[in-house]
């Protein structure tokens, strides 16, 4: 689940019932690491300011700690511009595995299922855990009858399943998505 740090600090100033609600919500759930505002990292270090993103990032680390009471896990989201640079400086963020989209891979990583973890270099040659979006699922879900691309996506995970030898996971996007057809899916 991703939610910013200065959401749940404003909720905590300004409506501690709301707070008290999110945090129902979001029990147990696993959150993703984030700085505490909306950032692009590649740009603060373009511009040498990677304490910048650094200090953003334990900030908002330990706001979910304190307001939530568990730190949020290594996870990611990567913006457009990402590099393997800012995979570097992510990773001295806290960051453990990156979400992507099809949009920030090469040819060659496209090639791998979309369903099974893979692995980005940083800048140093050190491997970080990387996980795409399901673009093919995305494109099923996005369709004017929601309930008719519910069931077919259904039908494509239930094959998925059926034809894997392991586990496989799915990323979505849920702000790409029809919140209809996602209700139905789930």
């Known amino acids: 689940t991703e939610i910013r740090a200065e959401t749940l600090d404003a909720l905590a100033a300004s409506s501690p019932s709301a707070l008290e609600e999110l945090l129902t919500i979001l029990d147990g759930r696993p959150l993703l690491r984030g700085p505490w505002v909306d950032m692009d990292e590649e740009a603060w270090r373009l511009v040498g300011e990677s304490d910048q993103v650094i200090g953003q990032y334990a900030r908002g680390n330990d706001t979910f700690e304190t307001i939530v009471g568990e730190p949020p896990t290594g996870i990611v989201r990567l913006d457009p511009d990402a590099t393997p640079e800012t995979l570097t400086l992510l990773r001295t963020a806290g960051a453990t595995t990156v ?88």
């Open 99 to 186: 979400l992507t989209t099809d949009a920030q891979l090469s040819t060659r990583t496209l090639s791998q299922p979309a369903t099974r973890p893979f692995q980005l270099l940083d800048s140093n040659g050190v491997a970080i855990t990387a996980l795409r979006t399901d673009a093919a699922l995305h494109e099923t879900l996005h369709h004017d009858d929601p309930e008719l691309a519910a069931y077919r996506a259904i039908a494509e995970l239930t094959a998925l399943a059926e034809e894997s030898d392991s586990d496989v996971g799915v990323l979505l996007d849920l702000d790409e998505l029809n919140p209809a057809a996602l209700d139905v899916l789930l």
